[in-house]
């Protein structure tokens, strides 16, 4: 039964050599007691993270390590790529599992949710601490598939470095794209790992060019592949010149060699590294000036004899300023080359301080922290991930948040691992932590120890010429949060019974503070719960984690895509409202004009005519944007969302002590009003479609392509495979997973990311509106 169960298990005689006083002893214990019994899967962990280790001195050193020694950084991948088994590997070799899991198996430390052991994928990301050779490694796996792209936006967010996965079978594939997009934004530095380099069809060269021709970025190659495919061996290491050969014969793949390439053993091999490593040189040459400097002053006719520790360094530099990624390769299923990876982690991503955030100058030594990450656990309540860039969490400490300008009081503080976590008392800078006790705090707050702390920091930024927004001086200290993509997909959700209604509303609520792409919505006409998401995966893995962690066998309406609404005509309206309830008379009159905008908007524009008075708008503003605001979530054909529309108010006229509501509620109707007399346009969501599949089966896939009003963009050849590239609207797609598998007996794959909202034609919106007519409001 005890195997069962997750379990941290100490080495007691091993703890005892660590010279640590009885209070911390005890408070480990404690702590582990708590732990034991938690979710049951079929595996058990090694120590508690850190204690292993004989080079460990403290518990402080464990726990809080110098900053320089931390490495924040995250796995991002196209889905299939590798990342939670090479996660897996990384937490064998460093001693963190006893035995190396599956995703096949279901065993994985990382995907630890019933629905991703039953499906192999990722779905939520997670966290893991672990140390390898002196440093503190914040490891986050992330999720591949498109539905779950804020999972991995969020945690780049908070990221120092990142590791991206490549299957080098396949190179760069549609998901990579974007994932690369997103770490280009938060400008995160990365090194590249060719996984799969056992796999048939596995080329390190092609891989590399499309490196270069899609990401756009410079590779620098660390190593090479010694042999690929079914005769993939080990790797060179380019910057050593140091061959690194895994026995087969050995299971976990920590027995390994290590030695200098000869020329009398391997004459070809040697070549081939030195002109690898003399290009690398040159490279690194062109972007580090330093490192140009260095080489040309002391190594210009012989880069043989230049140290490894220089090019070690100056590589470090040009990964900082992204100019450039460093790349690796091996297998991780097969347990090759994860170790080297490891180093280079340590070696080549950044530490904390080597970040530069500006905002830190304002805050000095005082808190301050990003939360980027909520689970709900049912004993614990609230489980908040916060990135610390400044001060010193501790339990019972009490945060501001200045999001929402309150305070709340953190329990209990947790080091992360997977679903297990570790209390320890305290965390400094430049960590990942876990707080329990935080009942309003969401994705994207950032936190101070206290609202003097956030206005001193803000009086300091002030200070250095930044803008004061309205006097709200605290608005200028808000971290950048996360940008929440809006949902294509939705359908209606009800409870087995009325009665249940309160249990689906609060399982609701908590599943939507953990995933922020999750929008719940009342339809207004029906009473229905709509449930908005990011695809069929999403909506359909909330609907199952509802009846898993709720126990509540909800019922799901059809699947419908969310389209939008514009307008093709400028329309002039005006329209009065004119009611007296009890003794108050309330009379507004509006006269105001909807366009289209001539740049795509989402929300509506709001401009106001020169002759609108300032007295209006320091009164009324407020309401006025609320009603456009309110009227332009239902457009007059489906009742979806309007947008590229520009709404300007000519004249407002109230009778004195007219309510702000009442104002809101003219506006909303005049504009309701106006968008009736316009030429209406349906937008639908148009995808990005990416199908992998072999050239026997191109020809039905391209014929079914057509049928759904496909338009194929180009077709490139991968390998032995053809990938079909081009645009497919989201109606068109529904169910196409099913319909793929059997027209190329299972061997194709596709990938979908949404590109934008088109205008559909009029055949098409009169099919469309003919359908929609005497069935269910589309919400």
Request: proline content about 5%; charged content about 25%; some cysteine.
């Amino acid at each position: 039964m005890l195997m069962n169960f997750r379990i941290f298990t100490v080495n007691h005689h091993k703890i005892s050599s660590l010279h640590m006083n009885n209070m911390c002893c005890c408070k480990i214990i404690a702590s582990l007691k708590r732990l034991k019994p938690h979710i049951p899967v079929g595996r058990n962990y090694g120590s508690l993270p850190g204690l292993i280790e004989n080079d460990i001195k403290s518990l402080r050193s464990i726990i809080n390590p110098p900053i320089a020694k931390i490495r924040n950084i995250g796995i991002m991948a196209h889905i299939d790529a590798g990342k939670t088994t090479t996660t897996e590997r990384i937490l064998y070799y460093s001693g963190y599992t006893r035995s190396l899991g599956d995703v096949d198996d279901g065993d994985t430390v990382t995907d630890f949710m019933a629905q991703e052991r039953e499906r192999g994928i990722t779905i939520q990301s997670a966290a893991v601490t672990f140390d390898w050779k002196g440093y503190r490694i914040n490891l986050i796996d992330t999720p591949g598939h498109v539905d779950f792209t804020l999972e991995v936006e969020r945690c780049l967010r908070v990221l120092d470095g990142a590791v991206a996965v490549f299957d080098a079978s396949a190179g760069v594939e549609a998901q990579t794209l974007t994932v690369w997009r997103q770490a280009d934004k938060h400008k995160i530095p990365r090194i590249c790992f060719l996984n799969k380099m056992d796999k048939t069809g596995a080329s390190f060269n092609y891989s590399v060019e499309t490196i270069r021709e899609k990401l756009k970025a410079k590779p620098l190659l660390l190593q090479l592949p010694v042999g690929e495919a079914k005769t993939f061996r080990g790797v060179v290491d380019v910057v050593s010149k140091e061959k690194l050969i895994w026995n087969p014969n050995s299971d976990d793949g920590k027995d390994f060699e290590r030695k200098p390439l000869l020329e009398m053993n391997d004459p070809e091999l040697l070549k081939k590294t030195i002109e690898a490593r003399n290009t690398l040189i040159e490279q690194v040459a062109d972007l580090d000036d330093e490192f140009a400097g260095f080489v040309l002053e002391e190594f210009s006719e012989n880069f043989d004899s230049l140290p490894a520790e220089k090019l070690q360094t100056a590589i470090h530099r040009v990964t900082l300023a992204q100019t450039a990624v460093p790349v690796l390769c091996g297998s991780a299923l097969k347990n090759k080359g994860v170790q080297p990876l490891l180093d280079a982690i340590t070696m080549y991503l950044p530490s904390p301080e080597e970040r530069n955030y500006e905002f830190l100058q304002w805050y000095k030594d005082d808190l301050c922290a990003l939360a980027f990450k909520v689970l709900h656990d049912k004993q614990r309540g609230p489980l908040v991930f916060m990135r610390i860039y400044s001060g010193t969490i501790k339990p019972q400490l009490a945060i501001h948040n200045i999001n929402g300008n309150y305070t709340e009081r953190i329990s209990r503080l947790l080091l992360p691992f997977a679903d297990q976590h570790i209390e320890i008392p305290s965390l400094t800078a430049g960590n990942i932590a876990l707080t329990v006790g935080l009942k309003r705090t969401v994705t994207g707050d950032t936190i101070v120890s206290s609202k003097s702390s956030a206005l001193a920091a803000a009086r300091r930024a002030k200070r250095k010429g930044e803008k004061d927004r309205k006097n709200r001086e605290v608005e200028t200290l808000l971290l950048a949060g996360v940008e929440v993509p809006e949902p294509v997909f939705f359908c209606t959700i009800e409870p087995p019974s009325v009665a249940k209604q309160p249990d689906l509303d609060h399982a609701l609520k908590c599943l939507q503070r953990e995933d922020p792409s999750l929008k719940v919505r009342l339809d207004p006409d029906s009473g229905q719960t709509v449930l908005c998401g990011m695809g069929e995966l999403h909506i359909e893995i909330i609907h199952d984690r509802i009846k898993r962690e709720y126990g509540l066998d909800t019922y799901l309406g059809p699947l419908q895509v969310a389209y939008r609404e514009t307008i093709l005509s400028a329309v002039r309206a005006t329209d009065t409202l004119d009611k007296t309830l009890g003794d108050k008379r309330h009379l507004v009159t509006v006269d105001l004009e909807v366009k289209p905008t001539q740049s795509s908007s989402v929300t509506p524009v709001i401009e106001y005519a020169e002759d609108i008075s300032e007295d209006i708008l320091k009164t009324s503003q407020e309401a006025i944007e609320n009603g456009i605001h309110m009227a332009c979530l239902q457009g007059p054909l489906l009742g979806s969302p309007i947008q590229d529309v520009t709404v300007t108010l000519h004249s407002l006229i109230t009778h004195p002590g007219t309510s702000t509501t009442m104002i809101s509620a003219c506006v909303s109707r005049c504009i309701q009003k106006a968008l009736k007399k316009a030429d209406k346009q349906v937008l639908e969501p148009l995808m990005n479609l990416e199908v992998t599949v072999t050239r026997e089966y191109l020809s039905p896939v391209l014929a079914d392509l057509a049928q759904r009003r496909g338009n194929i963009r180009e077709i490139q050849t991968r390998q032995d495979n053809r990938v079909v590239i081009g645009f497919v609207p989201l109606a068109e797609i529904m169910g196409y997973s099913t319909v793929l598998r059997t027209l190329t007996s299972g061997s194709a794959t596709f990938a979908l990311e949404l590109s934008t909202y088109q205008a559909m034609n009029p055949q098409d919106q009169r099919t469309l509106l003919n359908q929609r007519s005497g069935s269910t409001k589309v919400f």
